[in-house]
């Protein structure tokens, strides 16, 4: 079985990232060979964005069952339940990665028996992967409807095809309408400390030729005043039941300014990133990242040594500031406590 995309490939054999840390200066990739392997490309960010991060840690889950293999069914599961944790255990915010794993276990335990068994989880992990594509492509669908001729986007981080199988989320929206042949203009924030919006937000939409300019993140509030930007899309990396939606920091500054000048911000989300089980915001775990993120940037020292620094890598944005939740399974308008249960029981 086999998977390329510009993201990863699958060979049957090994996983190959494009290694997102180096990105745009070289186009450099990192094979994974074993699910430990696996797991420290998620740690280290070869791989990030939530459903990139889901789709890597399946396939991980498949090399390290290989790994594990032994005849007896319940000694291999309890074997395998090692393979998750440290997946797990990589990074705590982006609920794909967890939903991912379990779906993974669920279908282990499903099967009930070991002949076959590795076949049947590669075909699991391909079905991930390749369902987030069709995920991506719906979510784009449904998005597009939203913006008009002509529309310039703000977009924070990245949650384009780097972020996910392919396609994207946030991207998947502004290339879909643009595939309708809608003009559609991008304002992507750089997205300190990690610079993910300069570096890979501006890189995918400028290989695609999508209309894209760079602003540092303290330029979005001014933009705004200025009537440059007509919608805000960001991806996410967690939607609480009552629609608090965790995404790249920064996220929340943007949808406060947003809500201030009257734009509508949208968060694109396929429904593997909604947890029902975390109630609100205040539940989801927050990353914090190493101070080097902060205290340098490209490598280089930009604050006095031993400076104090607090560097959360997400922040979660009150339900409240969301206009609208697009999923693959359509927009999700307010009350959300109550909507979006509602696309888990249809
Ligand atoms: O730390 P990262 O780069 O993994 O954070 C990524 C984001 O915050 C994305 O916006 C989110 O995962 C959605 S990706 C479709």
């Known amino acids: 079985m086999k998977l390329k995309t510009m993201t990863m490939e699958w060979t049957g054999?090994?996983?190959?990232?494009?290694?997102?840390?180096?990105?745009p200066?070289?186009?450099?990739?990192?094979?994974?060979?074993?699910?430990?392997e696996v797991a420290v490309a998620i740690k280290d960010m070869v791989v990030r964005g939530a459903p990139a991060i889901g789709a890597s840690a399946a396939f991980g889950y498949v090399l390290g069952a290989r790994e594990m293999f032994v005849e007896d069914f319940n000694a291999f599961v309890k074997k395998v339940e090692e393979v998750k944790e440290v997946l797990a255990n990589t990074r705590p915010t982006a609920v794909n990665l967890f939903w991912a794993l379990n779906r993974m276990e669920?279908?282990?335990?499903?099967?009930?028996?070991?002949e076959g068994v590795l076949e049947y989880l590669e075909e699991e992990a391909m079905n991930i992967a390749k369902e987030d594509i069709e995920v991506n492509k719906?979510?784009?669908?449904?998005?597009a409807e939203l913006l008009k001729d002509g529309d310039t986007v703000l977009t924070h981080c990245n949650a384009g095809a780097l972020a996910t199988v392919d396609y994207g989320t946030a991207l998947g929206v502004i290339r879909a309408a643009v595939e309708q042949g809608k003009k559609i203009k991008v304002f992507a924030d750089e997205t300190r400390p990690y610079l993910q919006g300069a570096r890979l937000t501006a890189w995918e939409l400028m290989k695609d030729g999508i209309d894209v300019t760079l602003i540092s993140d303290n330029m979005s509030g001014w933009s705004m005043k200025l009537g440059k930007i007509n919608a805000v899309i960001v991806g996410?990396?967690?939607?609480?039941?009552?629609?608090?939606?965790a995404n790249k920091i920064g996220t929340y500054m943007v949808a406060v300014l947003a809500k201030r000048h009257g734009i509508p911000f949208y968060v694109a989300a396929p429904t593997s990133t909604i947890d029902l089980n975390t109630k609100t915001g205040k539940d989801i775990p927050i990353e914090e990242r190493k101070h080097?993120?902060?205290t340098h940037c490209g490598g280089r020292q930009i604050a006095p040594d031993e400076v104090k620094v607090f560097n959360p890598a997400f922040d979660v944005t009150d339900a409240e500031l969301v206009t609208a939740i697009i999923t693959e399974k359509g927009v999700v308008y307010p009350p959300y406590e109550e909507n979006l249960k509602k696309l888990f029981e249809e």
């Not at 054999?13 to 990105?23: A, G, H, N, T």
């Not at 719906?138 to 998005?143: K, V």
């Open 13 to 23: 054999d090994e996983l190959i990232l494009i290694d997102q840390r180096k990105i």
């Open 138 to 143: 719906a979510i784009g669908r449904y998005g």
């Open 236 to 245: 996410a990396d967690r939607v609480a039941a009552n629609g608090d939606v």
């Open 292 to 294: 080097t993120e902060v």
């Open 25 to 36: 200066l070289v186009e450099e990739y990192v094979s994974c060979k074993s699910y430990k």
């Open 106 to 114: 669920d279908s282990l335990k499903k099967y009930g028996k070991t």
